[in-house]
């Protein structure tokens, strides 16, 4: 069975899409219709930044999003068994799928990226990349520290993100390196993603998704917050808005599509940075897995 994954931020860089709008006309005309949607040329910042303004959250989620979808939309024999995103990602592999609309989703996710966006200049948080070192030895750290600091990214085996209050987080990461963290990586970012720092951002969010027509899906998504596949749309609705507040099961995602099935993974998006982790959770299997990235 063939699963295609989607990648979230950290994957965008200046020059993203620009092969795709000079080759082939009809993500031309998508990244036409983005900018239309949108009123503004992201076009423009995605081709030719620059940087400072590419890295802001408001516009790194619409590029990423914005090429992946079109990148899936030109490919000839995009037919997914199952298919998963990285955060973000999930808005982009449920675009591909056509569960909304390619417009659609942009709304989305500029409303979401604007309120993230928001939260993260109101309350500055963090978020820290743990390796080497169990998720229950870092879960049971993060539980004993009296700030808000939890697991936000279970990313592949010992190799788990932390996010929450920059003192909770420093504080945490001095104790997780005492006690044998092999490296602690500080992400640069200015928030605390998929904490409950986000909380006033999902209220917000939950509003947005309630007003978009959302379809069934043509093939069982597995979603972040539960790590579980979803087909209908009321819970594939409910699994999005609580996956901004609640930790991206990855590592769990991939095994689970593993053990139903999944023999090729093709990665679509900028970037090969869920082929990495790919290669470390599939450590833990016997049988051969084939990755692809387009």
């Known amino acids: 069975m063939k699963a295609y994954l989607f990648p979230g931020q950290g994957s965008q860089f200046i020059g993203m899409g620009k092969n795709l709008y000079k080759n082939s006309h009809f993500a031309k005309k998508l990244f036409q219709l983005a900018d239309d949607v949108l009123e503004f040329k992201m076009t423009s910042i995605m081709f030719e930044g620059?940087?400072?303004?590419?890295?802001?959250?408001?516009?790194?989620?619409?590029?990423?999003?914005?090429?992946?979808?079109?990148?899936?939309?030109?490919?000839?024999?995009?037919?997914?068994?199952?298919?998963?995103?990285?955060?973000?990602?999930?808005?982009?592999?449920?675009?591909?799928?056509?569960?909304?609309?390619?417009?659609?989703?942009?709304?989305?996710?500029?409303?979401?990226a604007s309120i993230m966006q928001n939260i993260c200049e109101l309350i500055h948080g963090g978020m820290a990349v743990i390796f080497g070192l169990k998720d229950d030895i870092i879960e049971e750290i993060c539980k004993n520290d009296n700030g808000i600091i939890v697991p936000s990214n279970y990313n592949a085996p010992e190799q788990l993100v932390i996010s929450g209050e920059i003192k909770a987080l420093k504080r945490v990461c001095i104790s997780l390196k005492k006690i044998g963290a092999k490296k602690i990586f500080f992400l640069p970012v200015h928030g605390a993603f998929h904490s409950p720092i986000m909380e006033p951002a999902k209220k917000k969010l939950k509003e947005f998704i309630n007003q978009i027509s959302f379809k069934d899906s043509i093939c069982p998504i597995y979603q972040n917050f539960s790590a579980k596949s979803f087909t209908k749309s009321e819970y594939i609705k409910k699994n999005l808005i609580e996956q901004l507040t609640h930790p991206v099961k990855w590592k769990q995602s991939i095994e689970n599509m593993i053990n139903n099935g999944a023999i090729s993974f093709t990665e679509i998006g900028p970037g090969n940075i869920l082929q990495g982790l790919m290669k470390k959770i599939l450590i833990n299997f016997s049988k051969k897995y084939k990755c692809y990235h387009v």
């Open 50 to 112: 620059p940087i400072n303004t590419l890295k802001k959250t408001k516009y790194t989620q619409l590029a990423i999003y914005i090429y992946s979808v079109i990148k899936a939309k030109i490919l000839n024999d995009f037919t997914p068994d199952m298919v998963a995103g990285h955060s973000l990602g999930e808005f982009s592999a449920l675009a591909a799928i056509d569960v909304f609309s390619f417009e659609n989703g942009l709304i989305l996710v500029n409303q979401r």
